[in-house]
């Protein structure tokens, strides 16, 4: 059983397009993550969510909106997708939020944007 | 604020070869420290980490001791091999999440 799953894992789209991506984990953690890993393999943490509730949000775009369900699930919506927007998106999740808390990540979305 | 650097790759090694990856952090307070690798087409597993000074945390014939005194937090192994290849991250942690390190791409020749 995978323990972080997104879908979808590829997915190619036009500009101005919007598009979600959704991540799943069965792990019962209550903090899950939002990673942009862009084309040099830079990793930037956008969002994070502890038991439903925001306590991370990097400076991103707002047409960039995390929706959290419940707390097995986060969601990355994009609103007017931009050239810019193409890179890997991972969703990770961890047990708690403390120091020393290890991520599990899931196997990315490879997001295209022509 | 709170970041790590680690050298730039890539780094091309022949098998057996001895591998060190450098990463220095600055922070405010006490952070963990973590490496983590990324496998071709995968997402990002732990490979080990630290949380106080002095700890050295080691896996998989990996191994990296957390020094305050350099604020370092360098990934070492004695013997790589073909496997090994991968994007290797640093990492730290104040709470609420990891700030990386740009990676550094290892590639193990035979």
């Known amino acids: 059983d995978t323990a972080v799953s997104q879908t979808p894992k590829y997915l190619v789209t036009q500009m101005g397009n919007d598009k979600s991506i959704k991540c799943e984990q069965n792990?019962?953690?209550?903090?899950m993550y939002w990673y942009k890993q862009d084309s040099k393999k830079f990793l930037k943490i956008m969002f994070s969510?502890?038991?439903?509730?925001?306590?991370i949000n990097e400076t991103v775009p707002n047409r960039f909106s995390p929706k959290s369900p419940d707390k097995a699930h986060l969601n990355l919506h994009i609103n007017s997708l931009e050239l810019g927007d193409s890179a890997v998106y991972f969703c990770?999740?961890?047990?708690?939020?403390?120091?020393?808390?290890?991520?599990?990540f899931g196997s990315g979305t490879q997001l295209s944007v022509l | 604020g709170n970041s790590v650097t680690q050298m730039e790759g890539p780094v091309t090694l022949s098998e057996e070869a001895f591998l060190t990856i450098n990463c220095t952090y600055t922070?405010?307070?006490?952070?963990?420290l973590f490496w983590y690798v990324q496998y071709p087409g995968e997402g990002l597993q732990l490979l080990l980490k630290a949380t106080k000074a002095d700890d050295k945390g080691s896996n998989k014939g990996f191994e990296a001791t957390y020094r305050k005194e350099t604020t370092s937090f360098h990934l070492e192994k004695g013997s790589v091999q073909v496997s090994d290849s991968a994007v290797y991250f640093c990492a730290l942690s104040i709470g609420y999440a990891l700030n990386f390190g740009k990676g550094t791409s290892l590639l193990v020749t035979p």
């Open positions: 922070a405010t307070g006490y952070p963990s």
């Open positions: 969510y502890n038991n439903k509730e925001l306590i």
């Open positions: 792990l019962g953690h209550d903090t």
């Open positions: 990770a999740s961890s047990q708690g939020t403390g120091l020393g808390e290890k991520l599990f």
